[in-house]
């Protein structure tokens, strides 16, 4: 890799892996609590409506945060029928009240057992470190198993399996996984360690990674994000998907607006 193209990339980094990212990303979602389930609840759920605009995506965070009376990991566990009706009137882009409803029975049934959303990515030995692919394909597996789970809804959650680039799964990896002093990513997530995460792909990602010639040109897919993430890992073999927030900034940012 050129060197100026290095030289860019660490800057790109540590300029948009700052505090002042937060106030106009998704990611302010979760930072809006210090629970770590709410964390994980919201943090997965505008992770996975994050396609459009951000102040939409934003704004419809906020109303499922409301439907929960503000505490999400409580409304999950403790809820009533009657609460849910609240949520028929939910809708944004292609996510309907059927696919709110499915994540909510999901997160009641895995918290019921479990303390921590990771635990559906981990495997089956506690003391395994499995791939990021297979920790993926094992949620996807885990979440929707449950006869009543709507088909509708398997495209709102991608998986390897399906050859998906999976970019908005492994966003919310990263902020779950990754941890530094910039205090973007929360790192409350052990184990899956930052070095096996896979970089999140999408199309401004992906064109700014080919026009750096980071990668070849090609089609946004799963292979398209490993192929990304062995090069970036180049760079950082400990954190290569720190260089997420210079290929998101680069892609679709103006600098003006972070000053």
Not at 132 to 140: D, K, L, S, T
Request: proline share 5%.
């Amino acid at each position: 890799m050129e060197a100026h193209v290095i030289k860019l990339l660490d800057e790109k980094f540590h300029f948009f892996n700052h505090v002042r990212f937060i106030e106009h990303d998704p990611i302010q979602i979760p930072h809006l609590f210090t629970k770590k389930q709410d964390i994980e609840i919201m943090g997965f759920w505008v992770s996975m409506l994050a396609w459009g605009q951000r102040k939409t995506i934003i704004s419809k965070a906020h109303e499922l945060i409301n439907f929960m009376d503000g505490a999400p990991h409580e409304f999950i566990l403790h809820h009533q029928e009657s609460d849910l009706k609240r949520f028929d009137t939910f809708k944004h882009r292609t996510f309907n009240a059927t696919d709110a409803l499915y994540f909510i029975s999901f997160f009641q049934r895995h918290y019921q057992t479990h303390n921590s959303l990771e635990d559906a990515f981990a495997g089956p030995n506690q003391s395994d470190e499995p791939s990021v692919e297979q920790a993926i394909n094992r949620f996807y597996e885990r979440f929707f198993d449950d006869e009543f789970a709507p088909v509708r809804t398997q495209k709102h959650i991608a998986s390897p399996a399906k050859n998906s680039a999976c970019k908005r799964i492994n966003m919310f990896l990263r902020w779950m996984v990754r941890k530094d002093d910039a205090g973007v990513d929360f790192g409350i997530w052990h184990k899956i360690q930052p070095h096996q995460l896979v970089c999140p792909l999408d199309v401004h990602a992906l064109r700014t990674a080919e026009s750096l010639q980071l990668i070849q040109p090609g089609p946004t897919n799963w292979k398209k994000a490993l192929e990304l993430t062995d090069t970036l890992r180049a760079l950082d073999p400990r954190d290569p998907v720190k260089y997420d927030f210079a290929l998101y900034g680069m892609g679709i940012e103006e600098k003006t607006i972070w000053k």
